[in-house]
T-cell receptor
Framework: GAVVSQHPSWVICKSGTSVKIECRSLDFQATTMFWYRQFPKQSLMLMATSNEGSKATYEQGVEKDKFLINHASLTLSTLTVTSAHPEDSSFYIC???????????FGPGTRLTVT | SQQGEEDPQALSIQEGENATMNCSYKTSINNLQWYRQNSGRGLVHLILIRSNEREKHSGRLRVTLDTSKKSSSLLITASRAADTASYFCADDMRFGAGTRLTVKP
């Protein structure tokens, strides 16, 4: 099956700093990538949808200036958490789709801890 | 926002028993997918069922879809301790709350 990687798998940063998370589709071209956030013992919450070459579409309540998403190529999307605060600590998961009604392939997730 | 609700929220059974998890959704769907997630790990795709399908099997897994009731169910037969995980349904990109399944050896 298709493989999606995320880097880093975990990161600890200090409050006020920015953190970039990469999501890569390794063996297919991802026209659409999705970013999710998951708090402990909760479900995945969709943050934004990004299509290659265009601006991301953010879900209601997600601050686009705080969570910067870039989908510059068909194999790479990045999520930058700017001016991170402890409440941003969460498990961030990306997924990628080849488009249409195709299946989503999920990355292994990135655990962010903001101290 | 969440697409739907899953029922039950938590399920504890003995190894060898069957586990049934239900999922309801609110809007019309193209397809519905079931995923498994071990604690603190990424998602594993289990089954995709399309809106024109009513039932699908994969090994010990059986998924049904009732579009008139906007509901789906996941049945795991002959459960094993290794099946312990959280199970989620998702419509394209929106996830249900999940069922936390514990299979006791």
């Amino acid at each position: 099956g298709a493989v999606v990687s995320q880097h880093p798998s975990w990161v600890i940063c200090k409050s006020g700093t920015s953190v970039k998370i990469e999501c890569r589709s390794l063996d297919f071209q991802a026209t659409t990538m999705f970013w999710y956030r998951q708090f402990p013992k909760q479900s995945l919450m969709l943050m934004a949808t990004s299509n290659e070459g265009s601006k991301a579409t953010y879900e209601q309540g997600v601050e686009k200036d705080k969570f910067l998403i870039n989908h510059a190529s068909l194999t790479l999307s990045t999520l930058t958490v700017t001016s991170a605060h402890p409440e941003d600590s969460s498990f961030y998961i990306c997924s990628a789709s080849a488009g249409g009604m195709g299946e989503q392939y999920f990355g292994p997730g990135t655990r962010l801890t903001v101290t | 926002s969440q697409q739907g609700e899953e029922d039950p929220q938590a399920l504890s059974i003995q190894e060898g028993e069957n586990a049934t998890m239900n999922c309801s959704y609110k809007t019309s769907i193209n397809n519905l997918q079931w995923y498994r997630q071990n604690s603190g790990r990424g998602l594993v795709h289990l089954i995709l069922i399309r809106s024109n399908e009513r039932e699908k099997h994969s090994g010990r897994l059986r998924v049904t879809l009732d579009t008139s009731k906007k509901s789906s169910s996941l049945l795991i037969t002959a459960s094993r301790a290794a099946d312990t995980a959280s199970y989620f349904c998702a419509d394209d990109m929106r996830f249900g709350a999940g069922t936390r399944l514990t299979v006791k050896p």
